[in-house]
């Protein structure tokens, strides 16, 4: 279901043609990271430390040199020192360990043999002496007056202070005078939250060939969401010129932010030049919970004051993102997630806190869903506590086009009241809530990116196309962007084909993060197409011996009075002999990305005797500006409500007190599974964004955020529990039913 | 020392093939390395995100579990082998049109383990289905679209049969 504001009809864009790229993923012959082989290759394996904070005393690597089938062995001695400050520095510590280790599954060394089984052999061997530090696990601990250093590098992000510090970053906003809200309110209602590390859970595990030639340069095939940045950082971690670098993309297996930084790369290509071999480096899933980003835990204290017939007047807290053993601004993008209502009175602080436990990462809508299920947890309680419908109250508070997001900055025009009226209108609210079960509510937004894409568009010989982006497509970008081109160049959208290119064989694009690739990536295209009409244009004007404005384009050709229209590929046939080839390129640096907001809805039901969480309906609605392909735009809703599911109910990262991870596999960190879930109802709300010429928003990330809390209102309203932490595991519900 | 390989033979998608495996490589790897079919994807190694599924004589396994050695005389099929020449299967008709598949990498799994169930119930429910491919993992889908593509296929493949 879509629910339109008016905009003009599209004969393309909004329809659902089978994806370009489809045909190879359902015959097997998509070729992901770990499908590539090349003659001569060495497999290399790493070394990673036991220990959650350690000083390397010794490192010898004598015994696995000698070791069958082994041709190379780096450390951290390999790769050069960047310099404190250094961008990258933290990304060249943490793929390699330099003195000190910083979490069970850090990387110390790594050994590249014939097969993948002496490379390991060999790495097991690795002689090390460690002088054991103090293992920080949890956010209490790391704040605690005189704890220990987690990572003695680490400073305070925007304070100026020279001085080691556990905190990565310290965010306040404050407007308004809370204290005389919270005087002034009729109803005041404070709780805690926490939550546990999640993982992007991907189900391709990182992996790289890269082969390095004895003239110095690197050919790199890696599975990432953008080669152009895992060109940039292996230049940094190895101190290359960048042009040493070619990185072509491979087919990314599911990356959800967690791809957007690298871990093998630049340890592959060390291997590669001592070696003289190419070197494949594939993780095991193992290494993946162990040693790549999971999403941050965190905890909250949230306060909201209300008048007794709901407006909202205040809100006032504190909520911290447990980042890991390196800095990184999830604090700080977490301050700007952290109110979507209007709050004339707010007082906020955001901060990050390091742990002995692996880098966090991106993922998906990156720290909302943390700060959305405290702020949405509160806001539901105060619901019930005045008796309105949760979503009369939302509606009440919504914030809209002008009114300042946490930050203070004006949003722009957003379709958070749409999608509210689109949940309170639909099948799933009107319906009555079955026997047994309870009904939640929830929200959430994401404010998206723009950022840089390059694209090329060539028209072919016979009127096909080729649209080249460096955006990789992980989950049905090149089908929009083929739709768009479709669109403006008025040609069936399967004459067009979309690629995906390698670093020199397109312009510079950024990452495939912050849902700004059909986006940014799409305007960079529908530039193109239309610098490209204009020279059709004028083709077609010197074919038919007219000027050029007095030539049209229309539904794919040039159409000039007295003329018969003159189609596309009439015009590309005779590109020889009217001024060549055919072909634009179109860059830029994309603003106005638009915040998408979404509203969701769900059914659960509460089994008392084991504690389990059933969800039994589920309904989503959110804005998508305008869906190029609504089906791939479903899809995403879909995937990061599951994703959002999986984070409320069962996934967690379980540590041993030494900071070991005990449950880094599959079958015990939990992902929700087919029979896990209902079918996820979707409502695709379209408020175009005025910056985007088909008012594309970005679709990715704002599905994750609002599930934690829809769920958690949801069992709230069945048992009466307001569960403040998460999972809301089975062994967690029975738990508080017992207290209760 | 170079361990000792073991001679194996067996069918794979409809061709009788033959390849030298140590004891301990995954009847995966061999798929992947000896035979170069690389449809079947590792997301695990353990078992537990059917990534890897193949049907040996019929039956969904993961392939990451078996021991190459233990492919002898057996009939296997991968996702390489569901297509009839260059007629898709119902199913891999059914994922395209209805979009079941974001990244891709979990879906030769999804297919041969749909095919399985297809194959033993022409006719299963919305429950049954999820629970056929409850040892499948995909992390993008929500798995709302894939179940719907197994039922349309379900239609499509009984119409077919009638």
Known sequence: MTVTEDRPAYKWVGTRPIRHDGYDKVVGKARFAADLNLPGQLHGVFLRSPHGHARIVSIDTSTAEAMPGVKAVVTGDDFPALAAGHPERDTAINLMARGVVLYVGHALAAVAASTRAEAAAAAAAIEVEYDLLPVILSLDESMADGSPLVNEDNRTAFSGSDEPSNLASVTPLERGDVDAAFEAADLVIEREFETSWVHQGYIEPHACVV??????????????????????????????????IKVTPAEIGGGFGGKTTIYLEPVAARLSEKSGRPVKIVMTREEVLRATGPAPGSKARIRIGATSDGELTAIEGWIGYIVGCVNNMAGFIGAMSLASYKFPNLKLEAVGVLTNTPATAAYRAPSAPQAAFAVESVIDEIAQTLGLDPIDLRLKNAVVEGDPTAMGMPHPRIGFVECLEAIRDSDHYGSPVPDGAARGIGTGFWFNIGEQSSATVNLNEDGTATVITGSPDIGGSRASMALMAAEELGIDVHRITPVVADTESVGFTDVTEGSRATFATGMAVVNACRELVDELKARAATIMGVDSEAVDWIDGAAVAEEHDPLPLDAITAKAKGTGGPLTVTASLNAGGAGP???????????????????????TT???????IHPSYVEGQMQGGTAQGIGWALNEEYVYSEDGTMLNASFLDYRVPVASDLPMIETIIVEVPNPAHPYGVRGV?????????????????????????ALPMSPPAILAALNER | MKRSRTHVTCTVNGDEVDFLASDDTSLLDALRDELGLTGAKEGCGTGDCGACSILVDGRVNCSCLMFAPEAEGSDIVTVEGIAQGDQLHPLQQTFLEGAALQCGICTPGFLVSAKALLDENPD???????YALAGNLCRCTGYDKIVRSVQEAAVQLRGASR
């Not at chain 1, 003239?215 to 040493?244: E, M, P, Y």
């Not at chain 1, 609605?621 to 869906?627: K, P, R, Y």
């Not at chain 1, 994750?704 to 403040?724: C, E, F, K, W, Y």
């Not at chain 2, 299963?124 to 999820?130: A, D, L, N, V």
């Open chain 1, 621 to 627: 609605a959110q804005d998508a500006g305008t869906a």
């Open chain 1, 596 to 618: 998408s907001f979404a509203v969701h809805c769900c059914d659960v039901a509460v089994d008392e005797e084991t504690g389990q969480v059933t969800v039994l309906r589920y």
């Open chain 2, 124 to 130: 299963p429910t919305e429950t049954e289905i999820r």
């Open chain 1, 211 to 244: 082969d390095v030639g004895a003239d110095g340069k690197a050919d790199i095939w890696a599975s990432s969401q953008g080669h152009f940045r895992v060109r940039s950082q292996t230049a940094a971690v190895l101190d290359w010129d960048t042009a040493r």
């Open chain 1, 700 to 724: 990715g990330e704002t599905g994750i955020v609002p599930p934690l809390a829809t769920i958690a209102n949801a069992v709230n309203r069945a048992t009466g529990l307001r569960i403040s």
